[in-house]
């Protein structure tokens, strides 16, 4: 099974900074690594699909990157809603798993 | 739009069972696989499984395999969740998502959730 460790766990931030997550991944995924934004009580939402394509609709301060076994998310001047818990999953086999997430708090 | 709407919150007793659904609306039924998640509280995502709308056909985690059944109802656009002789490991919020693709195994548009609680 293909195992992704997120890091960092918590990441504090202030509004307007440029964050980046990483998820690295125990084997090569190629490019299937997608990444996902909760906020508090609420379902996910997918923000980019594949490690680097944006989902229609997300705001183009989100940005992602890698392949292989290492991939970033990175949000560039965050806003207050960014303040969230973030996802990677991969897509490379169909027994999908998430990293464990990454909180990003003020 | 695309929505997917979930039964309300369930309580059960450890050893019963609990059955979910997911209806489904604003796009072409059949043209997209249904995935379920589950969150337990506090922590991360964990994919149980997914059906083929169009087969009917289902793709179980490991751990859930021989537990959970998923299937479909096409005139209804519904899909439904049974997981069986449930534990308190098992209290979590489960959500229906839908594939991005046909299949490409990402989630576009998710359910509201539904809280599973097991407590005796």
């Known amino acids: 099974d293909v195992q992704l460790t997120q890091s960092p766990s918590s990441l504090p931030a202030s509004a307007g900074d440029r964050v980046t997550i990483t998820c690295r991944a125990s084997q090569d995924i190629i490019k299937y690594l997608n990444w996902y934004r909760q906020k508090p009580g609420k379902a996910p939402e997918l923000l980019i699909y594949e490690a680097d394509t944006v989902q229609s609709g997300v705001p183009s301060r989100f940005s992602g990157g890698g392949s292989g076994t290492d991939f970033t998310l990175t949000i560039t001047g965050l806003q207050v809603e960014d303040f969230a818990t973030y996802y990677c999953?991969?897509?490379?086999?169909?027994?999908?798993?998430f990293g464990g997430g990454t909180k990003v708090v003020i | 739009q695309v929505q997917l709407v979930q039964s309300g919150a369930e309580v059960k007793k450890p050893g019963a069972s609990v059955t979910i659904s997911c209806k489904a609306s604003?796009?072409?039924?059949?043209?997209?696989?249904i995935h379920w998640l589950r969150q337990a509280p506090g922590q991360g995502l964990e994919w149980v499984g997914m059906?083929?709308?169009?087969?009917?056909?289902?793709t179980y985690a490991r751990i859930f395999q021989g537990r959970v059944t998923m299937s479909r109802d096409t005139p209804t656009n519904t899909v439904y969740m049974e997981l069986r002789s449930l534990t308190f490991d098992d209290t979590a919020v489960y959500y229906c998502?839908?594939?991005?693709?046909?299949?490409?195994?990402?989630?576009?548009?998710w359910g509201q959730g539904t809280l599973v609680t097991a407590s005796s």
């Open positions: 998502a839908r594939d991005w693709g046909r299949p490409m195994y990402f989630f576009d548009h």
């Open positions: 999953q991969q897509s490379y086999n169909t027994l999908l798993s």
């Open positions: 604003g796009y072409t039924f059949t043209e997209h696989y």
């Open positions: 059906i083929n709308i169009i087969e009917g056909s289902t």
